[in-house]
T-cell receptor
């Protein structure tokens, strides 16, 4: 247990569905991250939130919409996804964001399949 | 072009062997991280380095800033070390992270 939980652990959705991924951290951290891990590809940083403010958006398509209501919770809202969006989505947190010099704690991930 | 290159991509070792995984990069960095990912997806941060060497149990990580190279060593390898090891770096500027494609390690009893 890393102190970062993600739900659901597995999700299958059609291209017209709307779903949300949830991440919660119990570590008192101020920064939270969404990553995408596709098969045979490196991890990709999608979004960074620092003190609830989005500080990084790596040209992610608008069909992915993040929300950070407080420092402990992070959501990724999904709508009209494509099959190529099927991947493992990982959430992480760190004490502070933007420096890269803090250890990140990862959640177990949500395995997403888009049909 | 990938800013982070790892080698080897796959590695099989006998239990007890000394293992080295390499990471080369092409940008100036503020920190380099070694991560471990077990089957099922969970990722654990092993080390964060900005210079020199760190040791934790049987794991040793080194970095040479001038040569833009880092190594992860595992001494007396054990089957429970079987995992994917990922090198990640945070560049000097910006808020980005660059990741290697990972090294898949299998340790055979």
């Amino acid at each position: 247990e890393t102190g970062v939980t993600q739900t659901p652990r597995h999700l299958v959705m059609g291209m017209t569905n709307k779903k949300s991924l949830k991440c919660e951290q119990h570590l008192g951290h101020n920064a939270m991250y969404w990553y995408k891990q596709s098969a045979k590809k490196p991890l990709e940083l999608m979004f960074v939130y620092n003190f609830k403010e989005q500080t990084e958006n790596n040209s992610v398509p608008s069909r992915f919409s993040p929300e950070c209501p407080n420092s402990s919770h992070l959501f990724l809202h999904l709508h009209t996804l494509q099959p190529e969006d099927s991947a493992l989505y990982l959430c992480a947190s760190s004490h502070r964001g933007g420096t890269g010099t803090d250890t990140q704690y990862f959640g177990p991930g949500t395995r997403l399949t888009v049909l | 072009k990938n800013e982070v290159e790892q080698s080897p991509q796959n590695l099989t070792a006998q239990e007890g062997e000394f293992i080295t995984i390499n990471c080369s990069y092409s940008v100036g960095i503020s920190a380099l991280h070694w991560l471990q990912q077990h089957p099922g997806g969970g990722i654990v941060s092993l080390f964060m380095l900005s210079s020199g060497k760190k040791k934790h149990g049987r794991l040793i990580a080194t970095i040479n800033i001038q040569e833009k190279h880092s190594s992860l060593h595992i001494t007396a390898s054990h089957p429970r070390d079987s995992a994917v090891y990922i090198c990640a770096l945070h560049p000097n500027t910006g808020n980005q992270f660059y990741f290697g494609t990972g090294t898949s390690l299998t340790v055979i009893p």
